[in-house]
């Protein structure tokens, strides 16, 4: 499963792989999954608030974690399990709502959004 839920006393997180890095047209069902969650996360966040409920919720978006599930052959700004599980805690400490782990695919995100689509269509 690509998605894991806990729940604290008063937070809710969830670490949703984002479609990195540039929309995966080998896969776009998975593409639409991940941006499927963030909206659901941002719908829950919008309904606590309205129901004055005091739970944060967490979206994590991870970049790539050295863990056995990364197998590819040239890994990319890759981060330390330890170094991804203490941002994640920050972020949840801190009732942050959104947070890139590492903070530095915040940058491929940006870009993404500013880049015009027939520039991300040849790469």
């Not at 792989?17 to 999954?33: I, M, V």
């Not at 659901?40 to 994590?60: M, N």
Request: proline fraction near 6%; hydrophobic fraction near 45%.
């Amino acid at each position: 499963m690509s998605y894991a839920l806990v729940k604290l006393p008063t937070d809710l997180m969830t670490k949703c792989r984002y479609d990195r890095p540039l929309r995966n047209r080998e896969a776009p069902a998975y593409g639409a999954s991940k941006a499927f969650m963030s909206n659901y996360l941002q719908g829950l966040r919008h309904k606590f608030a309205k129901l004055r409920l005091p739970i944060s919720v967490t979206d994590v978006q991870p970049g790539f974690v050295d863990t056995a599930m990364a197998k590819a052959d040239h890994k990319f700004w890759v981060a330390s399990p330890e170094k991804a599980a203490q941002q994640i805690f920050e972020a949840i400490r801190k009732r942050k709502k959104h947070v890139y782990v590492t903070k530095r695919w915040r940058i491929i995100a940006w870009l993404i959004k500013i880049l015009p689509d027939w520039l991300i269509h040849k790469v």
